[in-house]
């Protein structure tokens, strides 16, 4: 290679050398550019937030806070106040993971076009917070507050802020019943169903609730009536038809003369054990141009529900509508024949064809024994058959059929009380069961052959 040839690669070289060095200094100039930051770079105190906005997927929202939260676009929307202060709280300390001190292109992170401006007023100050692109790489979003700087936050406001109005309405709520009082169902019958702890007259233990029926107090099954609470406690009230009702409105949708009004009276006791007396009250009612059909699903049924005054209307779901109107007695009341806890159970008389047997029960060191002329038998059958009679259905019909069997349970308590159960022949699917001379409710045939088949596996064994 010739002398020039080699002195020209020389300057190639050279001229190559410069450029990556240049470009290498360049590359950790930018880098320099963009430091590890951990700096909080908002603190605004929630409560002395004045006003709050946003633009964001084509829609605007403004918010004004004096003496409370109130929209700008409709001074009658009630909104969530906590719901607000919850969005707030992110600027209380928002922290950057890193920032990029005096970019030159702002576009190359979304902030030439952001996806969402939120402005807020505090004091004399106005913040403006710009949302660029999100960093799949780093799993932030870039952001601007407007102070010449990037920043990458870990915390993504837009998960606070991609929200609609319908999502900051200050929806009703129901209550947890710390403990009821009484509850008052008015609607095709009207029941009134009153706590009582001790005294209530019943033979089980566990019976607290009971109904005012024909004069009388009649004890409710606890789980059936917990479980009519629970129903009412977790009742979605989220999809709102209006926030402004009307007696028109109430019309429209029923609620004028609903088909049931829900009373639960409830003592509210507080961390230092101050009991305060509470009351809700719920309104429900289907469509009124909905026909009821016998074989109606609930996914076809439309209903709706308002909290004491408000004037928020709400449409519930079909299964909702259909457990809360499950508000009568034989709703809520015991589906057992048998009165009490077998362990309660002294004796039991039967009458079975024409013949009477009589078995005796105590207490033994694996539970109940049972005994058939002075000999102890197996209980199981005997036992399972008693428990799972059951009402299919409840009636006041009188007996016409035959007697299938019969039975008087003594009972081991105060007083030393009896029960008498005849189950009747109905139809091949039924036996009607009368409760102390009282036509009570319809029993699977089933079960009554099964009770009538325990009795001969231990009378003819003996």
């Known amino acids: 290679?010739?002398?020039?040839?080699?002195?020209?690669?020389?300057?190639?070289?050279?001229?190559?050398?410069?450029?990556?060095?240049?470009?290498?200094?360049?590359?950790?100039?930018?880098?320099?550019?963009?430091?590890?930051?951990?700096?909080?770079?908002?603190?605004?105190?929630?409560?002395?937030?004045?006003?709050?906005?946003?633009?964001?997927?084509?829609?605007?929202?403004?918010?004004?806070?004096?003496?409370?939260?109130?929209?700008?676009?409709?001074?009658?929307?009630?909104?969530?106040?906590?719901?607000?202060?919850?969005?707030?709280?992110?600027f209380e300390n928002l922290t950057a993971a890193f920032v990029i001190e005096s970019p030159e292109d702002v576009s190359q992170y979304g902030l030439d076009d952001p996806v969402c401006t939120i402005e807020l007023t505090s004091g004399d100050a106005i913040y403006t917070v710009t949302l660029g692109d999100y960093s799949t790489m780093d799993s932030q979003r870039y952001?601007?507050?407007?102070?010449?700087?990037?920043?990458?936050?870990?915390?993504?406001?837009?998960?606070?802020?991609?929200?609609?109005?319908?999502?900051?309405?200050?929806?009703?709520?129901?209550?947890?019943?710390?403990?009821?009082?009484?509850?008052?169902?008015?609607?095709?019958?009207?029941?009134?169903?009153?706590?009582?702890?001790?005294?209530?007259?019943?033979?089980?233990?566990?019976?607290v609730y009971y109904a005012q029926v024909d004069g009388a107090q009649a004890p409710l099954d606890t789980d059936r009536v917990d479980n009519y609470l629970a129903d009412l406690e977790y009742l979605g009230?989220?999809?709102?038809?209006?926030?402004?009702?009307?007696?028109?409105?109430?019309?429209?949708?029923?609620?004028?003369?609903?088909?049931?009004?829900?009373?639960?009276?409830?003592?509210?006791?507080?961390?230092?054990?101050?009991?305060?007396?509470?009351?809700?009250?719920?309104?429900v009612s289907r469509d009124p141009a909905q026909e009821p059909a016998a074989d109606e699903e609930a996914e076809d049924i439309t209903a709706y529900a308002r909290v004491g005054e408000s004037k928020l209307i709400y449409q519930i779901s079909g299964a909702d509508y259909q457990a809360l109107m499950a508000a009568g007695y034989d709703d809520l009341r015991h589906t057992e024949l048998l009165p009490a806890s077998l362990e309660d159970l002294s004796q039991v008389d039967v009458t079975l064809d024409g013949a009477n047997y009589t078995f005796t029960l105590a207490e033994g060191e694996e539970g109940v024994e049972l005994s058939y002329q002075d000999q102890a038998v197996e209980t199981t059958?005997?036992?399972?058959?008693?428990?799972?009679?059951?009402?299919?259905s409840f009636t006041d019909e009188e007996p016409t059929g035959v007697e299938e069997v019969a039975l008087t349970v003594h009972l081991d308590l105060e007083d030393q009380p009896t029960v008498s159960i005849a189950l009747y022949r109905y139809d091949g699917s039924s036996c009607l069961a009368v409760v102390d001379g009282q036509p009570t409710a319809l029993v699977a045939r089933s079960a009554v052959v099964d009770l009538v088949e325990a009795v001969n596996a231990i009378v003819l064994d003996g």
């Open 143 to 207: 952001l601007s507050i407007g102070d010449g700087n990037v920043y990458l936050v870990e915390t993504d406001p837009l998960d606070t802020f991609d929200v609609a109005l319908s999502d900051l309405i200050d929806h009703d709520t129901v209550p947890y019943f710390q403990q009821v009082t009484q509850l008052t169902l008015e609607g095709e019958e009207t029941l009134q169903v009153d706590y009582v702890a001790e005294g209530g007259g019943s033979y089980r233990a566990e019976d």
């Open 237 to 283: 009230l989220t999809d709102y038809l209006t926030y402004t009702a009307d007696e028109g409105d109430l019309a429209a949708y029923g609620l004028d003369h609903p088909e049931l009004r829900v009373t639960v009276d409830y003592t509210e006791t507080d961390e230092e054990g101050n009991e305060t007396a509470q009351t809700f009250t719920l309104a």
């Open 1 to 90: 290679m010739n002398r020039s040839k080699r002195l020209g690669l020389l300057a190639g070289l050279l001229v190559a050398a410069i450029v990556v060095t240049f470009g290498v200094s360049r590359y950790q100039t930018w880098q320099e550019d963009i430091k590890n930051s951990g700096e909080v770079i908002l603190a605004l105190s929630v409560e002395d937030v004045q006003t709050l906005s946003w633009d964001y997927d084509g829609e605007s929202l403004a918010f004004t806070n004096a003496d409370g939260w109130s929209y700008d676009g409709d001074q009658a929307f009630p909104v969530d106040g906590d719901r607000m202060d919850s969005m707030l709280s992110l």
């Open 381 to 392: 059958d005997l036992q399972t058959a008693l428990e799972t009679l059951a009402a299919d």
